[in-house]
């Protein structure tokens, strides 16, 4: 049951050009804890997401041409209201994503606190004064705002993967169209009556809802739109990017990863097994940065598979609202067959179960908690990024193995790694093939550092002082100061 101290974040309409909205059909959304309708939004379309980018154009001139110090103010004011309603956007967002509502609350803050760096951001993009090439002539680089912004969301964390776009984007002077995802737009549709309420100008920020393909043709099709930033799957990223390159967008992706979990005999093994309770199973599995493979040397192997099991068989597991759950539903049935597709294969190919592997007894789509000993490295586990509550621990001898194993892989959004031995924390930080290494640690995300990967798990970063740059075009301007030429013998182009 969804109650709220502000009944006013339930929003069921999208949100374009300042006006709450309809479409011509609507979709349901779902409880993933008990299947349960929490709410229906429209679906806008085609026509919805041209109607948005209409109001995004509209609205760019002015919002680019406010000072950074009113843009930076409005955002602090969403900050505000963001921490203000914390306990609503967490009960909200545990419900149509099942995460618990610790973890959601942690959202919230995660969330709030990159419009709260961006809002600080927005006041430190300067520009350069270059040394010139030849005597006469003065060299300046200015940032401009790149325009009209799309952005696609997962539904894996409903509210920071918005914020740590339209954070920047909005600092940057830049407009957005949001399309999240259509299993929790609710989320991105109480963000948005945030900004309505913190004073954000209609058009600023859109958020269109319904079925992605139709609507995600306009925003990767329409020249209008400079910026293309998307976090999801691999595939479905490749082909958006492919889309945007017809009008040559600009394009972030944040797409799927592999990440290796490396423990050596060296590591403490109380850091590491915490390490990856935090990181492997941290809103069941699904996050873009959880282990996929557990690389553990033959030395702490045993010592290390047993104790994980025991720390895992004793995960509560649970509907997000129920106190102390540790361990809330998959989004859905499809994630839930795809743990099973991977467990079945690992055990066929010689895994050994140490706990979980099955459905629980209870309706919704939960997974118990599970580890796998002596997965084989060419098993799904160790191929595809499982998003489950599924650790596969792999054997591992000496430290050019873990190497191979760790890189053998086509994504490289984040590698762990659990050592003592201090050169060691180097030489492998330094060819691990990853955009993030977490070192004797699991927790790695943060507003303050920069957010991404590199092979096929994507380019561009979020969040950090780098993040703004993504949004942001440079302009190199040279001009000719000796007094015999007109000064606009070489002005902008
Ligand atoms: C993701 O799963 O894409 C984001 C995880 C994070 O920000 O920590």
Redesign the pocket.
């Known amino acids: 049951m969804l109650e709220l101290a502000e009944p006013r974040l339930l929003r069921k309409a999208a949100f374009i050009g300042g006006s709450w909205s309809g479409g011509l059909t609507e979709i349901d959304v779902h409880n993933p804890a008990d299947a349960e309708l929490i709410a229906s939004v429209p679906d806008v379309g085609a026509s919805g997401a041209m109607a948005a980018i209409d109001a995004a154009e509209d609205a760019l001139p002015r919002w680019t041409l406010l000072t950074a110090r009113e843009r930076a103010r409005l955002l602090r004011r969403w900050y505000d209201l963001i921490t203000r309603h914390k306990e609503d956007l967490a009960r909200l967002l545990t419900i149509e994503q099942g995460k618990p509502l610790s973890e959601s609350r942690a959202e919230v803050d995660?969330a709030a606190a990159y419009i709260e760096w961006f809002s600080e951001e927005a006041r430190r993009i300067d520009g350069d004064v270059l040394p010139p090439h030849v005597e006469g002539k003065r060299l300046f680089v200015f940032k401009k705002s790149v325009g009209i912004v799309a952005a696609i969301t997962?539904w894996?964390?409903p509210l920071?993967?918005i914020t740590r776009k339209v954070g920047p984007a909005l600092a940057a002077g830049c407009t957005m169209v949001l399309k999240p995802s259509e299993l929790t737009p609710l989320s991105a549709l109480a963000l948005a009556w945030l900004g309505e309420e913190a004073g954000l100008p209609a058009g600023v920020f859109n958020v269109v809802t319904g079925i992605a393909g139709p609507i995600g043709e306009v925003l990767t099709r329409d020249s209008r739109v400079r910026k293309f930033t998307f976090?999801g799957s691999t595939d479905v990223g490749k082909s958006l990017a492919a889309e945007c390159m017809k009008t040559v967008k600009r394009v972030s992706l944040?797409l799927g990863g592999n990440a290796p979990f490396i423990v050596f005999d060296d590591a403490s093994l109380e850091a590491a097994v915490d390490g990856a309770i935090a990181s492997k199973f941290r809103n069941a599995g699904?996050?873009?940065?959880?282990p996929n493979r557990l690389l553990i040397q033959a030395g702490i192997y045993d010592q290390f598979a047993a104790t994980l099991a025991d720390r895992v068989s004793r995960l509560r597991l649970g509907s997000g609202l129920e106190r102390d759950t540790e361990i809330g539903p998959l989004i859905d049935d499809r994630a839930v067959a795809k743990a099973e597709r991977h467990i079945a294969d690992a055990i066929a190919r010689g895994g050994r179960l140490l706990t979980g592997g099955s459905r629980p007894n209870r309706a919704g789509s939960f997974f118990l908690p599970t580890v796998i000993a002596d997965v084989p490295k060419d098993a799904l586990l160790c191929r595809e990024e499982t998003f489950a509550p599924v650790a596969g621990l792999v054997r591992f001898g000496t430290e050019a193995e873990a190497i191979s194993l760790a890189n053998a892989t086509s994504s490289g959004l984040a590698s762990y790694l659990f050592t003592s031995d201090a050169s060691r924390i180097w030489r492998l930080s330094d060819v691990l093939e990853s955009g993030m290494v977490g070192v004797n640690t699991g927790s790695?995300?943060t507003e303050i550092a920069p957010?991404g990967g590199i092979k096929e798990s994507g380019f561009g970063r979020e969040g950090s002082r780098y993040g703004i740059g993504e949004y942001l075009n440079l302009k190199f301007i040279c001009l000719d100061v000796r007094a015999e030429t007109p000064v606009d013998a070489c002005g902008p182009a």
């Open positions: 995660y997962p894996n964390f920071a993967m976090t944040e699904q996050t873009c940065v959880c790695i995300s957010f």
